[in-house]
């Protein structure tokens, strides 16, 4: 197909003003257990080229991820949408806060040729919220999975969405066109959401994912949390069972990690066997998948783990 010419890229220079004045809050030393592979070799640059050539952006690049080295090299990549510009200001995530740009019309054109000629069996689509817009970006979400769905019809589909808190009818449109697995994260636990996500609210994010379900329940549905920001095991637990009893399937545990000194500071770095505990716990409570370590991240192995999603239903 032909696509559109690419729009140029966001600017990265916008980067958190409302933490600029905050005073720096140096990250702890990585333990031994948490080593990310560099992004280099011929496939990190080809995936590259692909993205700068489409003018797309990813959550890769744009949250600093640890495992892009690890994705890249395998030829995956989460890609980002509605722009590279947030409209919050979460304590935890690196993607810039500002005003953003009008939604680029072409995008989704673009993300369906990028998905083919990577050859990607399972893709994951995420954004950035945008708050300023109707609906928060749900009918770009629909016109995203419809241009894939067209291009690539044996690639199934995870999207990973913001709370689209105060937008009516945004997750039943996007629930009418059917992605493969439909994810939104609760990132921490009740009592650190002033904090951690000051925009956001835990039971509104709760009900998207119940709403899902309650729309589609053949849909798979996810979710995730950051531990090592000062959660109890006992507030975990809680959440876990907060899940279950909105449906939820796969759950997904990884050690938050801090992208500069001006973002949240680590309270601590679990250790593998205490993520292995906590993967234990989370299967004893029902969970069909749960991916549970200091490197993982909602999308990382994604290809994989739906796979493994749809057996353990089957």
């Given at each position: 197909?032909?696509?559109?010419?690419?729009?140029?890229?966001?600017?990265?220079?916008?980067?958190?003003?409302e933490k600029q004045n905050k005073p720096d809050n140096?990250?702890?030393?990585?333990?031994?257990?948490?080593?990310?592979?560099?992004?280099?070799?011929?496939?990190?640059?080809?995936?590259?080229?692909?993205?700068?050539?489409?003018?797309?952006?990813?959550?890769?690049?744009?949250?600093?991820?640890?495992?892009?080295?690890?994705?890249?090299?395998?030829?995956?990549?989460?890609?980002?949408?509605?722009?590279?510009?947030?409209?919050?200001?979460?304590?935890?995530?690196?993607?810039?806060?500002?005003?953003?740009?009008?939604?680029?019309?072409?995008?989704?054109?673009?993300?369906?040729?990028?998905?083919?000629?990577?050859?990607?069996?399972?893709?994951?689509?995420?954004?950035?919220?945008?708050?300023?817009?109707?609906?928060?970006?749900?009918?770009?979400?629909?016109?995203?999975?419809?241009?894939?769905?067209?291009?690539?019809?044996?690639?199934?589909?995870?999207?990973?969405?913001?709370?689209?808190?105060?937008?009516?009818?945004?997750?039943?449109?996007?629930?009418?066109?059917?992605?493969?697995?439909?994810?939104?994260?609760?990132?921490?636990?009740?009592?650190?959401?002033?904090?951690?996500?000051?925009?956001?609210?835990?039971?509104?994010?709760?009900?998207?994912?119940?709403?899902?379900?309650?729309?589609?329940?053949?849909?798979?549905?996810?979710?995730?949390?950051?531990?090592?920001?000062?959660?109890?095991?006992?507030?975990?637990?809680?959440?876990?069972?907060?899940?279950?009893?909105?449906?939820?399937?796969?759950?997904?545990?990884?050690?938050?990690?801090?992208?500069?000194p001006k973002h949240a500071h680590v309270d601590r770095?679990?250790?593998?066997?205490?993520?292995?505990?906590?993967?234990?716990?989370?299967?004893?409570?029902?969970?069909?998948?749960?991916?549970?370590?200091?490197?993982?991240?909602?999308?990382?192995?994604?290809?994989?783990?739906?796979?493994?999603?749809?057996?353990?239903?089957?």
């Amino acid at each position: 197909m032909t696509v559109p010419p690419p729009s140029p890229r966001t600017a990265r220079s916008v980067r958190h003003p409302e933490k600029q004045n905050k005073p720096d809050n140096p990250a702890p030393p990585k333990p031994a257990w948490i080593r990310a592979r560099a992004p280099v070799g011929p496939e990190v640059e080809a995936t590259n080229a692909v993205m700068k050539t489409l003018s797309l952006h990813t959550v890769c690049e744009e949250a600093a991820c640890p495992n892009i080295g690890d994705c890249w090299k395998r030829r995956h990549a989460t890609f980002l949408i509605l722009g590279a510009i947030c409209t919050r200001a979460c304590a935890f995530c690196n993607v810039a806060t500002g005003k953003p740009l009008p939604l680029d019309p072409h995008e989704p054109e673009r993300l369906a040729e990028a998905v083919h000629r990577m050859g990607l069996r399972h893709v994951v689509i995420t954004s950035v919220d945008r708050d300023d817009l109707p609906d928060g970006g749900a009918e770009h979400f629909v016109r995203v999975i419809e241009a894939v769905r067209r291009d690539s019809p044996e690639t199934t589909i995870e999207i990973l969405t913001p709370d689209f808190m105060r937008k009516p009818g945004a997750v039943a449109r996007i629930v009418e066109v059917k992605p493969d697995v439909f994810s939104h994260n609760l990132e921490t636990v009740p009592r650190l959401y002033p904090t951690i996500r000051p925009g956001a609210r835990y039971f509104t994010s709760l009900r998207l994912l119940a709403e899902v379900k309650e729309r589609n329940s053949a849909l798979f549905t996810k979710s995730g949390l950051m531990l090592g920001l000062g959660e109890t095991l006992e507030e975990v637990a809680q959440v876990m069972d907060d899940l279950r009893a909105a449906g939820v399937e796969f759950l997904t545990l990884g050690q938050y990690l801090q992208p500069t000194p001006k973002h949240a500071h680590v309270d601590r770095f679990v250790t593998p066997d205490e993520f292995d505990h906590l993967a234990t716990l989370a299967r004893a409570k029902g969970f069909l998948m749960v991916a549970s370590s200091p490197l993982t991240r909602s999308s990382f192995h994604a290809d994989e783990d739906f796979a493994k999603l749809k057996a353990a239903r089957g």
